[in-house]
């Protein structure tokens, strides 16, 4: 919930935050960054304040690349969170101690907040998350391996989850979540994760094939013993095109 | 903007506010909620703010049906508009002395507001909106000739129509918009209006029976010379479980 270098609450909108699910894509798995406090241990998605100044969508880019080290990362808004107990009774005085907040601004971050929720996927291998907030550590976890999130976290990132999966059926995913080169079995597993299930392979073959943003390249997977799968990029152009138009034909 | 009989802005939440389109269908045309006020004849979409002891959903149920009469009403939020200076400059003094709103609350007003964006669809038929604002007018108005919107309340139509397309892709869409019974032909143009282009009528017949959420009545329309078409209902349970479970069968 804090922004690095916080100053003075009156160069914030009030009662307004952003927090970001950042995805990754690695070793088969699909992962979250998320901080943990140096003051309880406790776990967060990354997360700040909106400067009077800047575009909401502005404010979210500044405020993950000021508390995770990623800098220009796509985040899409998916929805916002309202209730009105959502961040009750969360700061506790020593708790704003410690993150270095004056006596009297307090008040403000005790106050009711509403927060905007954003969502990116991101190349896990480009991504080196770090932080300059003492004691705070930013990492890379396991979708299935969440812990406890603090607020209503847990639930922001159950919504971005299925705002994910329902964006399969809209869009192609995977770009920047797979590197330059993967196999169909690689691409399969990434759609596997996301969805929580698995997929029969000539169906998804077949589908994600005939979108036709696939390019087979001339190269096969090395360091695979037996029938080394070929290797395939996507084809950017058409990739674009498509996340422009839909993926559905639809009506 | 300003919600009926507000009187001191203590009691909600600061530089937040709600602003709902409401989708209503009659007469093969797509209608949206407006509200004229009597200060300058200026057009919105209905708005309001958010009670400080309110979650956001039951926030805008309410500003809804404050301004418009209209209650019980299934909101859906969409998107939060958050540009700078979105409602910069927009409140004069003249303006706000008109509405009733004390100097001292004149701060509160013409500060930055970021909105939340709902969006409903609604029985026309049904739907008798009314207003307890004086001097103010609140119109159904076809989705094609709606007038200049003040700040950036076109913007904010124009993208609660693009999600209601993309929504037609993903879950059936009509049973708050069409009478109980119906022809296939005035569900066809219900789809045709949403997405602004004609469909092929034997794909639509094929696409929209495969749903499996529509029930042949034993009944023809009624005051139609020749080839009187059949009409259908809605199966509400077979309706709510595609709602829940998503249109497509995805991958």
Not at 21 to 45: A, H, M, R
Not at 60 to 67: D, F, Y
Not at 219 to 235: I, Q
Request: glycine letters at 6%; aromatic letters at 10%.
């Amino acid at each position: 919930m804090l922004k690095t270098h916080l100053k003075n609450s009156k160069e914030y909108q009030p009662g307004l935050s952003i927090d970001c699910v950042i995805f990754g894509f690695d070793d088969n798995q699909l992962k979250v960054l998320l901080i943990k406090t140096g003051y309880d241990d406790s776990w967060s998605l990354p997360g700040g304040f909106i400067s009077v100044d800047e575009d909401i969508d502005t404010a979210a880019v500044s405020i993950l690349q000021a508390r995770t080290g990623l800098k220009g990362i796509f985040l899409r808004q998916f929805s916002t969170f309202g209730k009105v107990k959502r961040n009750q009774d969360h700061f506790s005085s020593d708790s704003l101690a410690y993150f270095g907040i004056p006596p009297e601004e307090v008040k403000w971050y005790k106050s009711r907040f509403v927060t905007i929720g954003y969502y990116a996927l991101v190349n896990f291998l480009k991504a080196i998350p770090q932080t300059d907030n003492p004691g705070e550590m930013v990492e890379w976890v396991d979708h299935n391996e969440v812990p406890k999130l603090i607020l209503d976290h847990g639930e922001i990132l159950d919504k971005a989850l299925e705002t994910l999966r329902t964006e399969l059926n809209l869009m192609p995913v995977g770009y920047n979540l797979l590197p330059e080169k993967f196999t169909i079995p690689e691409l399969q597993k990434l759609y596997e994760t996301i969805l929580g299930r698995t997929l029969d392979r000539r169906n998804f073959l077949r589908k994600i094939t005939s979108i036709g943003i696939l390019t087979k390249l001339d190269e096969k997977k090395s360091n695979v013993a037996h029938k080394a799968p070929n290797l395939y990029s996507f084809d950017k152009d058409k990739y674009e095109e498509v996340l422009k138009n839909g993926l559905t034909q639809g009506w």
